[in-house]
């Protein structure tokens, strides 16, 4: 069990620095690509909604097919991905790898990756130890986000400097990108059969339940999807790269800058997940997930009003430190709240429908970023969108409680 768990952390550690460094230069590569903006946007769009309908195929079969080979075939893809974007500057061919591969516009989790793990993670672990294991995963994804960001960022500027051109300097990346996700398929073979699932005779619930996985929690799940998916669409209008742009169209940040940037916001993201442990344990995990997103979500509009580069990154830097507390307390409650046999397929399904809900805000945002009246709109609209999902869960979900928590 012990080998298990250093083995799902360091494939999320491995996956999460590659995310990282690719998707601070994914917009600049696109459009050093010859891509504008609003064709950027698309390319985000197809990737993450790719991203949603392959994680939801392989996510609901994960716990009968095998964990460790659906794993397997998910580090392919991402090896797929990466090839595509350094041997072909062909719109639709990349539309098409971007959309069947796994590339992270945002340098979060995109995949199938996530589902699959914590529920393995979830099945060897006691339920009291659950929220603090996620959270432990998460500060591990986000600090290897968070080098990534930075080496992407400082790489790539290096290589510039030192003569290689701005195209290859970020072709360079993906090549690393490739390799890792080769490194991923091998790391999945190790896992050993304590990862797996035993199936037990369910009771049918129709085709749906045939196709999803899901069979006693097809209603809460649908709940918690639906507001999952509104949470992800605010979140897709400041996805890491549009964000990376947004900085740069605003205050001219280089993206030394923005690595250094992307390297904080993630750390602080790390520690905030942190933080969530002790305060989910003393008000519950809904409490902790609604009371601490609220106001990062102010924070987060207040962004654009800031005169300077330096105050908007001390403000955003403010607002990654207790953004992500929802993070590690949201999926722990996921896991939860249904059967051991049912977990990839709800974690697969939520994260599919996040999936969807993020895709379709790129494309939008690349449209708002080419108006220059407009540029500071993403923003808004994914502060104003979160904060309705916030008050939507807190009257949803105030009332159900994991095992944990009821006395």
Partial sequence: MKRDIVLLFLMRSLRLFAFGSVSVILVFFLTARGFDTRQAGWLLTFTLLGDAVISLFLTTRADRWGRRRTLMVSGLLMVMAGLAAVLTNNFWLLALAMTVGVISPAGNEVGPFLAVEQAALAHIVEDRQRTSYVAWYHVAGFTATAVGALVGGGLSGFWQQNGLSVLLSYERLFWLYTCIGLLLVGLALLLSRVTEVEMAE???????????????????????????????????????????????????????????????????????????????????????????????????????????FHLAVGLLLVRHLISQMDVPTRQSYVMAVVPPMERSAANGITNMVRSLGSALAPVLAGQLLAVSSWVSAPIYLAGGLKTVYDIALYRSFRHIKPPEEIH
Wanted: no cysteine; proline share 5%.
């Fill in 202 to 308: 369910t009771q049918d619930h129709g085709v749906l339940s045939k196709w999803t996985g899901l069979h006693q929690s097809q209603k809460t799940i649908l709940r918690l999807s639906t507001l999952f998916a509104l949470d992800a669409f605010g979140g897709g209008f400041i996805v890491q790269s549009v964000l990376a742009y947004w900085f740069y169209l605003k205050f001219g940040a280089t993206p030394l800058q923005l690595g250094g940037l992307f390297f904080a916001t993630n750390l602080l993201s790390g520690i905030s997940a942190l933080i969530a442990v002790p305060l989910a344990k003393r008000f519950g995990l809904v409490h902790t997930m609604v009371f601490t997103h609220l106001p990062s979500n102010l924070v987060l509009m207040a962004v654009p009003f800031m005169p300077t």
